[in-house]
C-alpha cells in the first residue's frame, strides 16, 4: 500500500526557513516522480516543485524560484522542500504527491500520467 506522509511545517517569521519531509512506504522513491503542491485559503492548488524519477531534474514555481529547493534521500525514502526567505504568500498547506509516470516540468509542476498518491498534508504558517 503506498503511503506519503508529510511533516515538518509549523508557524515562522518572515524570512524564516523551514525543511518538509515527505516519507513514502509501500514503493522506492527513487523511481517516481516526486511533486510538492500547495493549497491558500480560497484559493486553487498550486503546483510548487517536482523532481523526476531518473535524472533527478526538478522545476519550480517562479515564485519560489532560488528560495526553495527540493531533494531526494533514497535511502531514507524520503524527498524534502528546503524553504528559505520565507514570506507570508508561502502561507498554505503543503502536499506531496508522487506517480510512477509523470512529467515534471520545468515550472514546478507535477503531471501524473498514471494513478497518483497523497499525503495528509503540512500546514506552512508564514506570520509576524
Known amino acids: 500500500q503506498v503511503q506519503l506522509v508529510e511533516s515538518g511545517g509549523g508557524l515562522v517569521q518572515p524570512g524564516g526557513s523551514l525543511r518538509l519531509s515527505c516519507a513514502a512506504s509501500g514503493f522506492t522513491l527513487d523511481s517516481a516522480y516526486i511533486g510538492w503542491f500547495r493549497q491558500a485559503p480560497g484559493k486553487d492548488r498550486e503546483g510548487v516543485s517536482c523532481?523526476?524519477?531518473?535524472?533527478?531534474?526538478?522545476g519550480y514555481v517562479d515564485s519560489v524560484k532560488g528560495r526553495f529547493t527540493i531533494s531526494r534521500d533514497n535511502a531514507e525514502n524520503t524527498v524534502y522542500l528546503q524553504m528559505n526567505s520565507l514570506k507570508a504568500e508561502d502561507t498554505a498547506v503543503y502536499y506531496c504527491?508522487?506517480?510512477?509516470?509523470?512529467?515534471?516540468?520545468?515550472?514546478?509542476?507535477?503531471?501524473?500520467?498514471?494513478?497518483?498518491?497523497w499525503g495528509q498534508g503540512t500546514q506552512v504558517t508564514v506570520s509576524s
Open positions: 504527491s508522487t506517480t510512477r509516470l509523470g512529467y515534471c516540468s520545468g515550472y514546478g509542476y507535477l503531471y501524473a500520467y498514471e494513478d497518483d498518491f
Open positions: 523532481i523526476s524519477d531518473s535524472d533527478g531534474s526538478a
